[in-house]
């Protein structure tokens, strides 16, 4: 070769290396590798076929044998299962009493679970009655089920396996042992069907009604992930609840599959669909699973909480061909590959459960004698590799004699070009060629002198670049210092990347500080989050926006216009965000100061609106009474004289004048308050109790409570007082009984006569009221329980106290909590009343004709004028029985207990107006077919076709017209 001829660098040191090297070398290793391998294949090959057979016979053997052990042991639970269930079917049918200690610990908590708040001292169930089904708790079910807890403490004390034991019911009821805090584990509105320890039980589930086994799942009530065994109660064809005994994964772990593999195998519990019920940690470690022993609890379970989809076993990647084979035989053996090595897997199936007890043995361990054998043909092998190895490390050094040669001929040209690099690197750009007898270095060392040129010339382009954007810099701050806006650029992370502004305290911090944070260090999380967002939309889209926001600067808090617009370089693509913010601080105080004008106008012209409404609404209730009544004399007017029907007549005119200008002013306003009036007479007590105990009586039946009375005392007795007046105080006292009182409870009705006073007393055995609520139940609004445990407004009792005042009585109470409530009012006596008005009074009760249907009508009105005005209206109709309410409360307990066959309604009602009654009214099912006219006085034909849009089969105006109102009364009864 000529020491000047030129050549690639790759030639000229792979020919060289080809000859000496690589030829040589290559054929030695492959005549050792060739002998060595087919010798050592094949006597393995022989070896391993003896020894898989052996074991393959041993594993189906020993599986065999151990889901036999495993199925005694579950069949175990099963049948104390089953036990279980009978005791609870037997208990059910009995009734039961609450003992003392259970008693004390049950109580409701303010989410409705009735629920044990402490153990026994001896251990006992813990109760859980979920508050999603609260208006259908059945105590009786509890008491009848704490029976069993001698059985329960039974089966946890003799079943080594059994973790838990329970009774879950349709209605949401846990009754478990061991004791338990349920409240602090299961969360209030649990409803315990839609667990899976619930339904597998159910007729869907298991129409035969056996005891099964579950699933693997996470235990609502602390216990970890476990198993159960479970059986269906019924009561007829009802499923009544779910008994069920749990094993936890730990103590399937540790009691089950505590067993000798041979070949330091071990075994696990597979479910009927792949899930891996039990594995011990030699599993875990195989399988690259963590197994689910412990549960931290660190938030309540609302619902099936399974093992995750990794510990499936049809789902990890080696043993997805294993999912037909597993499920369709009983028991086999089959091979897949975990962490790189072989395992053997055999099954065999535990009866009544469904599950498979695998055994897996790692193949290395099968063949451990073989793999000796094979290490020490490798030692014969590795001997004649390190001969080897001699001789080429001799072959090797003559090698490197040769590459250092060649080595120098390649490195000295790599100096100069190194040279090159530094000088240039110093900024001497401009530099000579160099010339090398290797055509590759001397390609590079052309090139980087041509580099060397080509970036002399762009510095000095560069600097020339750099003075005139100094120049422009200074511009820049000109600029902003002559404006008063913040100009900042952010990236599309929102970070300040800078900032200009001629005040700093315009800014949230110091334009140092504030550079390189981002928007939610200085923006409220909400105003953070809008700004992200217009950051995006201007991404986008590319076109600016406008926004508003509030932040706390080093001035205070103040408010910035901002317009945000996107920064593109002349290719148009998107750098970053410009953002330029104006101080509207003044701005917004001046709209602030606006608005409150403004405001304070609309509520004087509310004032003047309301003003006006109240007197054409007060004007045109005592109108209905005056038109009323005076057509009714109209409708009478055979049995009056000539000058009477006159007067009748120029009364209706003027009247009707009356009416027209009340009409002008319903044009302002619409009317919704009232106006409390009695009228005092001598009232005969002992009908308007009878009347009020039988209103009341339904209510009490329902929630079972026993009405003890005693009123011969009052037999005869008269006070003066408003009768409907006296009868609303009454339904308040006894419904409130009725309602604060507990289910099976009782009322205790006293009336006598003392110092000149009538006495009447209600007694009830409900939750008592304690000393601080006492003495605020008379004011409104004042509710003493929740107001979604008990219905009503909280202005019972002081509407109450009010009509006592004006009747010349009073009211009291007297209460302890937790013991019942005692009210009492007093009203004066009459000492002396004519026959006749007895008379008068008894001749009020109508006698129906034989061949008139009987109907039933109900008024709900807050005017006693207008109710006597109605009921006067239909006296002559002796197969109508009116009825009639104060206000809408006692109106729908009336409607829903006596269901009448019609109910007129006054729309303008203290409390619920006649819209509210008219809506529960169509909800409710008992009611919701009744017809509802509606009577007002807001006579606006707006406010009619609102009324018959809103649902009511008429709408009546006051004053009312006598031809009218029979009429409707004909046309809807």
Same mark, same amino acid.
């Given at each position: 070769?000529?020491?000047?001829?030129?050549?690639?660098?790759?030639?000229?040191?792979?020919?060289?290396?080809?000859?000496?090297?690589?030829?040589?070398?290559?054929?030695?290793?492959?005549?050792?590798?060739?002998?060595?391998?087919?010798?050592?294949?094949?006597?393995?090959?022989?070896?391993?076929?003896?020894?898989?057979?052996?074991?393959?016979?041993?594993?189906?053997?020993?599986?065999?044998?151990?889901?036999?052990?495993?199925?005694?042991?579950?069949?175990?639970?099963?049948?104390?299962?089953?036990?279980?269930?009978?005791?609870?079917?037997?208990?059910?049918?009995?009734?039961?009493?609450?003992?003392?200690?259970?008693?004390?610990?049950?109580?409701?908590?303010?989410?409705?679970?009735?629920?044990?708040?402490?153990?026994?001292?001896?251990?006992?169930?813990?109760?859980?009655?979920?508050?999603?089904?609260?208006?259908?708790?059945?105590?009786?079910?509890?008491?009848?089920?704490?029976?069993?807890?001698?059985?329960?403490?039974?089966?946890?004390?003799?079943?080594?396996?059994?973790? *838990?034991?329970?009774?879950?019911?349709?209605?949401?009821?846990?009754?478990?042992?061991?004791?338990?805090?349920?409240?602090?584990?299961?969360?209030?509105?649990?409803?315990?069907?839609?667990?899976?320890?619930?339904?597998?039980?159910?007729?869907?589930?298991?129409?035969?009604?056996?005891?099964?086994?579950?699933?693997?799942?996470?235990?609502?009530?602390?216990?970890?992930?476990?198993?159960?065994?479970?059986?269906?109660?019924?009561?007829?064809?009802?499923?009544?609840?779910?008994?069920?005994?749990?094993?936890?994964? #730990?103590?399937?772990?540790?009691?089950?599959?505590?067993?000798?593999?041979?070949?330091?195998?071990?075994?696990?519990?597979?479910?009927?669909?792949?899930?891996?019920?039990?594995?011990?940690?030699?599993?875990?470690?195989?399988?690259?699973?963590?197994?689910?022993?412990?549960?931290?609890?660190?938030?309540?379970?609302?619902?099936?909480?399974?093992?995750?989809?990794?510990?499936?076993?049809?789902?990890?990647?080696?043993?997805?061909?294993?999912?037909?084979?597993?499920?369709?035989?009983?028991?086999?053996?089959?091979?897949?590959?975990?962490? =790189?090595?072989?395992?053997?897997?055999?099954?065999?199936?535990?009866?009544?459960?469904?599950?498979?007890?695998?055994?897996?043995?790692?193949?290395?361990?099968?063949?451990?004698?073989?793999?000796?054998?094979?290490?020490?043909?490798?030692?014969?092998?590795?001997?004649?590799?390190?001969?080897?190895?001699?001789?080429?490390?001799?072959?090797?050094?003559?090698?490197?004699?040769?590459?250092?040669?060649?080595?120098?001929?390649?490195?000295?040209?790599?100096?100069?070009?190194?040279?090159?690099?530094?000088?240039? =690197?110093?900024?001497?750009?401009?530099?000579?060629?160099?010339?090398?007898?290797?055509?590759?270095?001397?390609?590079?060392?052309?090139?980087?002198?041509?580099?060397?040129?080509?970036?002399?010339?762009?510095?000095?382009?560069?600097?020339?670049?750099?003075?005139?954007?100094?120049?422009?810099?200074?511009?820049?701050?000109?600029?902003?210092?002559?404006?008063?806006?913040?100009?900042?650029?952010?990236?599309?992370?929102?970070?300040?990347?800078?900032?200009?502004?001629?005040?700093?305290?315009?800014?949230?911090?110091?334009?140092?500080?504030?550079?390189?944070?981002?928007?939610?260090?200085?923006?409220?999380?909400?105003?953070?989050?809008?700004?992200?967002?217009?950051?995006?939309?201007?991404?986008?889209?590319?076109?600016?926006?406008?926004?508003?926001?509030?932040?706390?600067?080093?001035?205070?808090?103040?408010?910035?216009?901002?317009?945000?617009?996107?920064?593109?370089?002349?290719?148009? #693509?998107?750098?970053?965000?410009?953002?330029?913010?104006?101080?509207?601080?003044?701005?917004?105080?001046?709209?602030?100061?606006?608005?409150?004008?403004?405001?304070?106008?609309?509520?004087?012209?509310?004032?003047?609106?309301?003003?006006?409404?109240?007197?054409?609404?007060?004007?045109?209730?005592?109108?209905?009474?005056?038109?009323?009544?005076?057509?009714?004399?109209?409708? #009478?007017?055979?049995?009056?004289?000539?000058?009477?029907?006159?007067?009748?007549? #120029?009364?209706?005119?003027?009247?009707?004048?009356?009416?027209?200008?009340?009409?002008?002013?319903? /044009?302002?306003?619409?009317?919704?308050?009232?106006?409390?009036?009695?009228?005092?007479?001598?009232?005969?007590?002992?009908?308007?109790?009878?009347?009020?105990?039988?209103?009341?009586?339904?209510?009490?039946?329902?929630?079972?409570?026993?009405?003890?009375?005693?009123?011969?005392?009052?037999?005869?007795?008269?006070?003066?007082?408003?009768?409907?007046?006296?009868?609303?105080?009454?339904?308040?006292?006894?419904?409130?009984?009725?309602?604060?009182?507990? /289910?099976?409870?009782?009322?205790?009705?006293?009336?006598?006569?003392?110092?000149?006073?009538?006495?009447?007393?209600?007694?009830?055995?409900?939750?008592?009221?304690?000393?601080?609520?006492?003495?605020?139940?008379?004011?409104?609004?004042?509710?003493?329980?929740?107001?979604?445990?008990?219905?009503?407004?909280?202005?019972?009792?002081?509407?109450?106290?009010?009509?006592?005042?004006?009747?010349?009585?009073?009211?009291?109470?007297?209460?302890?909590?937790?013991?019942?409530?005692?009210?009492?009012?007093?009203?004066?006596?009459?000492?002396?009343?004519?026959?006749?008005?007895?008379?008068?009074?008894?001749?009020?009760?109508?006698?129906?004709?034989?061949?008139?249907?009987?109907?039933?009508?109900?008024?709900?009105?807050?005017?006693? *004028?207008?109710?006597?005005?109605?009921?006067?209206?239909?006296?002559?109709?002796?197969?109508?029985?009116?009825?009639?309410?104060?206000?809408?409360?006692?109106?729908?307990?009336?409607?829903?207990?006596?269901?009448?066959?019609?109910?007129?309604?006054?729309?303008?009602?203290?409390?619920?107006?006649?819209?509210?009654?008219?809506?529960?009214?169509?909800?409710?099912?008992?009611?919701?077919?009744?017809?509802?006219?509606?009577?007002?006085?807001? *006579?606006?034909?707006?406010?009619?076709?609102?009324?018959?849009?809103?649902?009511?089969?008429?709408?009546?105006?006051?004053?009312?017209?006598?031809?009218?109102?029979?009429?409707?009364?004909?046309?809807?009864?």
């Amino acid at each position: 070769m000529q020491e000047n001829q030129r050549m690639s660098l790759m030639k000229w040191i792979w020919r060289s290396f080809l000859r000496i090297a690589l030829i040589p070398l290559f054929v030695v290793e492959l005549v050792f590798i060739s002998i060595y391998f087919f010798s050592n294949d094949w006597a393995n090959d022989v070896m391993m076929n003896l020894f898989k057979d052996e074991a393959q016979e041993e594993l189906l053997h020993t599986v065999s044998r151990e889901s036999k052990v495993i199925t005694m042991q579950l069949e175990s639970i099963s049948k104390t299962t089953d036990l279980y269930r009978q005791e609870v079917e037997e208990s059910l049918k009995n009734r039961a009493l609450f003992t003392e200690e259970d008693q004390a610990r049950l109580h409701y908590s303010s989410e409705g679970v009735y629920h044990t708040s402490r153990n026994l001292e001896e251990g006992g169930v813990a109760v859980f009655y979920s508050g999603a089904t609260t208006p259908d708790h059945n105590l009786q079910k509890v008491a009848r089920l704490l029976t069993t807890q001698g059985l329960m403490k039974h089966i946890y004390k003799t079943e080594s396996l059994a973790e *838990a034991v329970y009774f879950n019911t349709h209605d949401s009821l846990n009754v478990m042992y061991p004791y338990y805090d349920v409240m602090d584990q299961i969360n209030p509105k649990t409803l315990i069907p839609r667990f899976n320890f619930y339904y597998e039980a159910d007729q869907e589930h298991n129409p035969s009604r056996e005891t099964r086994w579950t699933e693997v799942y996470l235990d609502p009530a602390g216990n970890g992930w476990m198993a159960s065994s479970i059986a269906p109660v019924y009561k007829g064809d009802f499923l009544e609840g779910v008994v069920g005994i749990d094993v936890t994964l #730990e103590t399937i772990r540790e009691r089950i599959l505590d067993l000798d593999i041979p070949w330091e195998g071990f075994g696990m519990l597979v479910g009927k669909d792949g899930t891996i019920l039990a594995l011990p940690q030699q599993g875990e470690v195989i399988f690259g699973l963590d197994e689910l022993n412990e549960y931290p609890y660190d938030k309540q379970i609302f619902t099936n909480t399974f093992k995750p989809e990794q510990f499936n076993l049809y789902n990890q990647s080696e043993t997805k061909h294993f999912a037909d084979i597993l499920a369709e035989a009983k028991q086999g053996l089959t091979t897949a590959k975990f962490n =790189g090595n072989d395992h053997f897997l055999a099954w065999s199936t535990v009866e009544g459960t469904g599950w498979k007890f695998i055994s897996v043995v790692d193949e290395k361990q099968i063949f451990n004698d073989l793999f000796l054998l094979d290490r020490k043909l490798m030692k014969i092998g590795a001997l004649m590799i390190f001969g080897l190895i001699l001789f080429y490390l001799v072959f090797f050094m003559f090698l490197y004699k040769r590459a250092q040669k060649l080595s120098h001929s390649i490195s000295d040209p790599l100096y100069e070009i190194n040279n090159l690099v530094h000088e240039i =690197g110093a900024g001497r750009y401009y530099q000579k060629d160099e010339s090398f007898h290797i055509e590759e270095l001397d390609e590079t060392a052309t090139s980087i002198t041509s580099m060397g040129q080509t970036l002399g010339t762009a510095n000095e382009e560069l600097y020339k670049a750099q003075e005139e954007l100094k120049e422009k810099e200074s511009d820049l701050r000109a600029l902003v210092s002559s404006i008063d806006d913040v100009i900042m650029r952010l990236d599309e992370n929102g970070t300040y990347i800078n900032i200009w502004t001629n005040d700093e305290s315009k800014l949230s911090k110091t334009k140092e500080e504030l550079i390189g944070t981002r928007i939610n260090d200085v923006f409220y999380e909400k105003d953070a989050l809008f700004f992200m967002v217009t950051i995006r939309e201007v991404q986008e889209s590319g076109q600016p926006k406008t926004i508003e926001y509030q932040i706390d600067t080093l001035a205070g808090k103040r408010w910035f216009q901002g317009r945000l617009a996107p920064i593109v370089d002349e290719t148009g #693509e998107f750098r970053h965000f410009v953002l330029t913010a104006r101080d509207i601080t003044d701005l917004k105080d001046l709209q602030d100061s606006l608005r409150k004008a403004k405001e304070e106008a609309e509520q004087a012209s509310k004032a003047k609106s309301d003003f006006l409404s109240s007197m054409s609404h007060e004007l045109r209730t005592p109108m209905n009474a005056i038109l009323g009544f005076t057509q009714l004399l109209e409708y #009478e007017k055979d049995s009056l004289t000539t000058s009477q029907n006159e007067s009748v007549e #120029e009364i209706l005119k003027a009247g009707n004048h009356l009416l027209t200008l009340i009409n002008e002013i319903l /044009d302002l306003a619409r009317i919704e308050a009232g106006k409390l009036t009695v009228s005092l007479e001598p009232v005969d007590v002992q009908p308007v109790i009878d009347e009020v105990l039988g209103i009341i009586s339904p209510l009490a039946t329902n929630k079972r409570i026993t009405i003890d009375h005693n009123l011969d005392l009052c037999n005869g007795i008269y006070v003066y007082a408003d009768r409907t007046r006296l009868k609303q105080v009454l339904l308040n006292l006894l419904s409130n009984a009725v309602k604060y009182n507990q /289910d099976e409870g009782c009322i205790r009705v006293e009336c006598s006569v003392k110092d000149g006073k009538v006495h009447f007393l209600v007694e009830d055995t409900g939750l008592g009221i304690d000393d601080q609520e006492i003495d605020q139940i008379f004011e409104p609004f004042t509710r003493i329980l929740d107001e979604k445990i008990i219905e009503g407004t909280g202005i019972g009792l002081t509407l109450s106290k009010q009509l006592m005042a004006l009747m010349n009585g009073t009211i009291s109470v007297k209460s302890e909590l937790g013991e019942g409530s005692m009210f009492w009012i007093e009203l004066p006596v009459v000492e002396n009343i004519s026959t006749n008005q007895n008379e008068a009074v008894e001749e009020e009760s109508t006698v129906l004709t034989i061949n008139e249907e009987r109907k039933s009508l109900l008024y709900i009105e807050d005017n006693p *004028a207008n109710l006597h005005l109605v009921q006067k209206l239909i006296s002559h109709k002796s197969n109508i029985d009116f009825m009639s309410a104060m206000n809408g409360e006692i109106g729908l307990e009336l409607a829903q207990t006596h269901r009448p066959d019609l109910i007129l309604v006054d729309l303008n009602l203290p409390g619920l107006d006649g819209y509210d009654v008219l809506s529960k009214i169509k909800d409710h099912p008992s009611t919701k077919e009744i017809p509802v006219i509606a009577i007002s006085a807001n *006579a606006m034909p707006r406010e009619i076709e609102k009324g018959i849009a809103a649902g009511f089969q008429d709408y009546l105006t006051k004053p009312l017209e006598v031809t009218t109102f029979l009429e409707a009364l004909q046309k809807h009864l």
